[in-house]
């Protein structure tokens, strides 16, 4: 039976897919009418840090009480979980105010200056949980300070690692983000261990969502342990969510930009006709 050109234009969108493992989503035409060639609309997800022309270098006086900090090193573990995730980052933390961080590491629960956060990360960058109020932001801080000390989650690192490679299955049917969220909390289900607000031990990522659900923002109704920092990160304005967030996150800016960004911004800041360019960062950097 010969394929329709819908068909055919299905199959030709999907390929990125299945060779990249990435999520994408297609709109198409309300009516598919065979004897014309209707757009069809395909957004990818953003790998990038800075996607498209939407980097700017800040400092620690833009950042609020609440923001995440996304970051990764140069080091090959962090490059390792960035190629696992497909995502430009490979941690995510906490700004809780008076130049402190609210993170989970290898060593547990820790507050840390903004300072030593910065030394250690080779890209360091903030987004914002929209309208989060001055309480909100007390009761993450409050959180965090309780919460530090507690262990590190080695069990659930080990349980998301296949499963960061199981739900890109979900991403085979980009035409329904209903059928993409189902499966993906499906496989989460059947995969990952569900926290519990009394969690004894905690992942970057699992942290961050308690410290918000704790303060009654949770950034989405998944489970604290089914989401990594790439998923989070991809909850930002203008991406495509593997997990639905319950509010899309605003980018705030680079405190870090790192070696790429900052050598791609001085090249398209230098141009032999001397005007300033920028083009678009669409790696993993």
Request: glycine share 6%; charged share 20%; aromatic share 8%.
């Amino acid at each position: 039976m010969p394929l329709s050109y819908i068909s055919v234009m299905r199959l030709f969108v999907l390929l990125p897919a299945l060779l990249t493992g990435c999520t994408m989503d297609i709109a198409l035409p309300k009516k598919e009418q065979r004897a014309s060639l209707n757009p069809v609309d395909i957004q990818f997800q953003a790998l990038s840090s800075a996607p498209q022309n939407s980097f700017r270098e800040v400092d620690e006086t833009a950042l609020q009480d609440g923001d995440l900090l996304f970051s990764s090193t140069i080091g090959l573990t962090s490059l390792g979980i960035r190629l696992f995730s497909a995502s430009s980052v490979s941690h995510v933390a906490i700004y809780i105010g008076n130049d402190q961080v609210a993170e989970a590491v290898g060593d547990g629960v820790q507050i840390v200056s903004l300072k030593e956060a910065q030394t250690r990360s080779d890209k360091l960058f903030a987004l914002r949980m929209p309208d989060l109020t001055p309480i909100q932001a007390e009761q993450i801080r409050h959180f965090a300070k309780q919460k530090a000390g507690s262990r590190y989650n080695y069990q659930g690192i080990i349980e998301m690692m296949p499963f960061m490679v199981t739900k890109q299955l979900c991403s085979l049917n980009p035409f329904s983000k209903d059928f993409r969220q189902q499966c993906v909390k499906g496989l989460a289900a059947a995969q990952l261990s569900t926290s519990t607000p009394d969690e004894p031990s905690y992942f970057c990522s699992q942290f961050v969502l308690a410290a918000f659900e704790h303060a009654g923002r949770p950034l989405t109704l998944a489970s604290p342990g089914w989401v990594s920092p790439g998923d989070l990160l991809h909850m930002r304005e203008g991406d495509i969510a593997t997990l639905a967030p319950n509010r899309a996150l605003a980018y705030v800016g680079h405190i870090k930009p790192g070696i790429y960004l900052r050598n791609r911004a001085l090249a398209n800041n230098s141009t032999p006709d001397g005007k300033p360019t920028r083009q678009p960062d669409n790696g993993i950097f």
